[in-house]
């Protein structure tokens, strides 16, 4: 039996040191890393603690970094994280369109240990949250009054035909 460690399994680790690295400089316990061709390109810590900025997850921060050096297309990349991501994560990985996305702790083994959320949702009550219809969310959501609520996506599809 072979019992080297596969690159997978290096990357997989790394996001972990990389988000104990962040514990100790006051961070929270995530991180990602943007890998190509079996190099990290970008690696990313969550920043919501340092930055008070409820979006600088460790996924959206390497997202943004990614933007920053140019690279819009994902397609070549595999994206290791420290835990399976939250719905905001999970979406924006989605648009990024990476080859796979491997993560280390399950949402369970992140709750023994972990909790986060706010007044709408807990780790356990987020992702049940989506299918709701907007009225039975915990999140009070409405929608507004406009003469023509579709006129700014009308108005791309036309620039963009």
Do not use: W
Not at 62 to 79: K, M, N, P, T, V
Not at 104 to 115: D, F, I, K, V, W
């Amino acid at each position: 039996m072979d019992t080297q460690a596969t690159s997978e399994d290096q990357f997989v680790q790394r996001s972990v040191d990389l988000a104990r690295e962040n514990v100790d400089a006051g961070g929270k316990p995530f991180a990602c890393l943007l890998v190509r061709h079996g190099k990290v390109v970008i690696e990313a810590t969550n920043q919501v603690a340092q930055t008070g900025d409820v979006t600088a997850h460790a996924e959206i921060q390497a997202l943004r970094l990614a933007a920053e050096q140019g690279l819009s297309d994902l397609g070549e990349f595999d994206i290791y994280i420290t835990a399976h991501p939250c719905p905001m994560c999970l979406g924006a990985l989605y648009y990024a369109a990476p080859r796979a996305v491997i993560y280390a702790a399950t949402r369970e083994e992140e709750a023994e240990h972990y909790q986060d959320g706010n007044q709408y949702m807990t780790l356990e009550t987020f992702y049940d949250e989506f299918p709701k219809a907007p009225a039975a969310r915990n999140l009070p959501m409405r929608q507004g009054s406009s003469a023509d609520p579709a006129a700014s996506f009308r108005h791309y599809a036309q620039i963009n035909n």
